[in-house]
T-cell receptor, first 114, second 111 residues
Framework: NAGVMQNPRHLVRRRGQEARLRCSPM?????VYWYRQLPEEGLKFMVY????????ESGMPKERFSAEFPKEGPSILRIQQVVRGDSAAYFC????????????FGEGSWLTVV | EDKVVQSPLSLVVHEGDTVTLNCSYE??????LLWYKQEKKAPTFLFML????IEKKSGRLSSILDKKELFSILNITATQTGDSAVYLC???????????FGKGTKLSVKP
């Protein structure tokens, strides 16, 4: 049973480019979460999605960031017009549900903006 | 503001020592507390605690929750160099399932 799969693992973008990060949840999981970890900081919640729906995006910056979890295919976190401050590790996590269900993390996507 | 505070921020011990990591929290709608181990990659799930006073144990690791005093501890006995990692505490609050993380405790175990 594969875990949460993220790609790419490492991504380098120039300022102003777009970054797309993909996440396939664990088999049987329909809830996906994205977290960001800045250097020397803890993980910060960004967005919570179920299939085709954004449930909670309270942690996501209002501009340049968007997320989706289509009916078919992986969840995608999209960052437009990246800036240096977007450099971070982006972790995806998934769970079977929300009530007492463990949340499992992927290995992360490390974004570097140069 | 909801928050999770871990202490100490870093800790250096020698193999064989016993360590206790602390996590205190203030959240509006507590559901569960989780511990993860992070070694420069995916946080790996260790424990989920929902009830006070019930110790969860896995090998040399154990954890307990005190919902009255709003804290949890993670104990590691007979530490090994492979225990070196950042240990993350997170609280699941509300119905949406998102986690509020502490900044972590960086544990270094010297041979």
């Amino acid at each position: 049973n594969a875990g949460v799969m993220q790609n790419p693992r490492h991504l380098v973008r120039r300022r102003g480019q777009e970054a797309r990060l993909r996440c396939s949840p664990m088999k049987g999981h329909s809830h996906v979460y994205w977290y960001r970890q800045l250097p020397e900081e803890g993980l910060k919640f960004m967005v919570y999605l179920q299939k085709e729906n954004i449930i909670d995006e309270s942690g996501m910056p209002k501009e340049r960031f968007s997320a989706e979890f289509p009916k078919e295919g992986p969840s995608i976190l999209r960052i437009q017009q990246v800036v240096r401050g977007d450099s971070a590790a982006y972790f995806c996590a998934s769970s079977r549900g929300t009530q007492g269900n463990t949340i499992y993390f992927g290995e992360g996507s490390w974004l570097t903006v140069v | 503001e909801d928050k999770v505070v871990q202490s100490p921020l870093s800790l250096v011990v020698h193999e064989g020592d016993t360590v206790t990591l602390n996590c205190s929290y203030e959240v509006t709608n507590f559901r569960s507390l989780l511990w993860y181990k992070q070694e420069k990659k995916a946080p790996t799930f260790l424990f989920m605690l929902t009830s006070s006073g019930i110790e969860k144990k896995s090998g040399r690791l154990s954890s307990i929750l005190d919902k009255k005093e709003l804290f949890s501890i993670l104990n590691i006995t007979a530490t090994q160099t492979g225990d070196s990692a950042v240990y993350l505490c997170a609280v699941n609050q509300g119905s949406q399932g998102n986690l509020i993380f502490g900044k972590g405790t960086k544990l270094s175990v010297k041979p």
